[in-house]
């Protein structure tokens, strides 16, 4: 079982960090071998649309893209953890997104070699946003929602937390458990 972690927040050390540490540990407990990804350290472009990968599934853009697709086909759950920017998920984030563009066809149907890779893969996703109100960052649940509802992947339970300051949602316990649990489950077949 692996299990790849998503960092799309560049304040490293800081609240989505801290959440999806929690969700990787949880991933571990369960014999899960674990990496994280932390993507404002990679370079990762937005993706051009120029329908390439369309017909060869592989991605025209030599940047760090290309590995982290390696490692998505490779793993069994992926573990998102991003902060609300300006209501919308970050721009490290949206392009990482954006770049799955590389696993479909002109039909937006998975390429047949990555099919039996992708289908049904478990995608966990935490948010966190300075408002009080966790639910603020429901923009971000929606466009996650919709990806993994039209391409058959699995989304598990959404864990959305409260933060401003860098650090402060260590003090909060209920996340830090709800994550830990999100990584339990998600390592579990
Ligand atoms: C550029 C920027 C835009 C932000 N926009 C919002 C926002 O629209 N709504 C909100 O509630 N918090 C917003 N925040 C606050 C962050 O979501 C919050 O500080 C969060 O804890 C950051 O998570 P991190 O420590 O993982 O980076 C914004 C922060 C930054 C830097």
Redesign the pocket.
């Known amino acids: 079982m692996k299990v790849v972690g998503i960092l799309g ?3 490293v050390g ?4 801290i959440l999806l540490n929690q969700a990787l540990a949880g991933a571990k407990e369960m014999g899960a071998k674990v990496e994280k990804i932390i993507l404002s350290r990679k370079r990762i472009l937005g993706c051009l649309d120029c329908t390439k990968c369309n017909e060869t599934g592989i991605c025209v853009i030599k940047d760090d893209m290309p590995a982290i697709h390696q490692k998505i086909l490779k793993s069994d759950a992926i573990l998102h ?8 998920m970050t721009s490290q984030m949206k392009a990482y997104l954006d770049r799955w563009c590389a696993f479909f066809d002109g039909n937006w149907s998975w390429h047949k070699a990555y099919e039996p890779k992708m289908k049904g893969k478990r995608i966990g996703l935490i948010t ?4 009080p109100n966790a639910h ?2 429901d923009p971000i649940v929606h466009s996650f929602r919709e990806t993994c509802k039209f391409s058959g992947l699995t989304l598990l339970p959404v864990v959305q937390a ?8 260590d003090k909060n316990e209920k996340a830090k458990k709800e994550a830990y649990e999100l990584g339990r489950k998600i390592a579990t077949p």
């Open positions: 927040s560049p304040r800081g609240n989505s960090d953890s991003v902060p609300l920017y300006f209501w919308a966190v946003c300075g408002d603020t960052a409260s933060a401003g300051a860098k650090g402060e949602v």
